[in-house]
């Protein structure tokens, strides 16, 4: 993580060194994150719990 092809191409962005690494998986959780909520936000069982909620 502190030399190499990785630091040419995101070192600017989340720096060098071992602190990389966290900078790393915060940002790929995040991404993981973002990603199953939009899935899941356009889940048909999601849709069917808002109508729901909506009648109310």
């Known amino acids: ?3 190499g092809a990785g630091v040419e191409l995101i ?3 989340f720096g060098t060194g071992t602190n990389r690494r966290i900078a790393l998986l915060f940002t790929l959780t995040g991404l993981v994150g973002l ?3 939009v899935m ?3 889940s048909h069982a999601d849709r069917n719990l808002s109508a729901t909620y909506q009648k109310r």
């Open 40 to 42: 899941t936000m356009r």
């Open 35 to 37: 990603v199953v909520t």
């Open 1 to 3: 993580m502190t030399t």
């Open 11 to 13: 070192g600017h962005w």
